[in-house]
């Protein structure tokens, strides 16, 4: 197999950022063909350029998605950031059943989701708030990769990546499964789980949502990218919504709808721009 040149590259790099928003330097070159090369293997293909016209041209969607499984980078951990959680329980949640309370329809998604710690983790706050009160409780969690929602759908984690998560939620809401444990279903049950790309034009959702975590995603796009996606949440937001983003990241440099609260916490103050 030969190497991958930095024509190839490029082509590919503007392919992901084209159709997925990630937003790769010429420094991933070697990432990009450590991760592609057992495709190319596996389909006999001799360079890279064989293997875009393969990429574009598949009919069936399956090169898309090993692809987008392949290039993606998957890191997180059960209470990762957890100043957001104790912001969540003590301030959001009781400030949207205040404002919302006739309705008891809790509107939460978890953009970008990976593998599942994140939403859980925000599945279990909200089952401890809003328990006994009659409320619909059910969020979404979306994330691009197909690979990375089939092991959150699953929910099931190695014990030694239970560490950070509270002894007492541990025993209550997870089943332990030989080296494993699982999340129990009534979690589980909560949560619905779809493949979803940021770049969708315009994101269409019957009723706008109260809160939505968009953690450590934006780090991959560039800053025009950025501005258009904040925008998109933005326009999916209640008034009085919050927006959740990772530490690593801010909306200093973005004109948006939403406005600084905390650290990597913002909420929507005004109609659309």
Not at 76 to 101: C, S, V
Not at 147 to 152: N, P
């Amino acid at each position: 197999m030969k190497d991958l040149t930095d024509k190839e590259f490029y082509t590919l790099r503007d392919y992901i950022k084209t159709n997925f928003g990630i937003n790769l330097g010429i420094e991933k070159k070697s990432l990009v063909y450590s991760r592609l090369r057992a495709i190319l293997t596996e389909k006999g293909l001799t360079d890279f350029t064989q293997y875009y016209d393969y990429l574009i041209n598949d009919k069936t969607g399956t090169a898309v998605i090993n692809f987008i499984d392949k290039i993606t980078t998957n890191h997180t951990f059960f209470m990762r950031e957890t100043d957001h959680f104790a912001y969540l329980a003590e301030k959001a949640l009781p400030d949207i059943e205040q404002r919302f309370g006739g309705e008891r329809d809790l509107r939460l998604w978890c953009a970008g989701c990976s593998s599942g710690e994140e939403a859980y983790t925000i599945k279990i706050i909200v089952e401890e708030y809003f328990k006994g009160k009659g409320w619909n409780t059910d969020i979404l969690a979306t994330d691009i990769s197909t690979s990375i929602l089939t092991k959150a759908l699953n929910g099931r984690y190695l014990k030694e990546n239970m560490e950070t998560m509270p002894k007492d939620w541990l025993q209550k809401y997870f089943l332990p499964e030989g080296d494993n444990y699982a999340v129990c279903d009534n979690i589980k049950k909560g949560i619905i789980f779809r493949k979803f790309n940021l770049m969708t034009p315009a994101f269409s959702f019957k009723k706008k949502f109260q809160i939505i975590f968009c953690r450590n995603v934006m780090i991959y796009f560039d800053l025009n990218t950025r501005i258009e996606l904040v925008e998109k949440f933005g326009n999916v937001s209640e008034t009085g919504g919050y927006f959740f983003i990772g530490h690593s990241e801010s909306l200093n440099n973005t004109k948006s709808q939403f406005k600084y609260i905390m650290p990597a916490v913002y909420r929507k103050e005004s109609g659309e721009l």
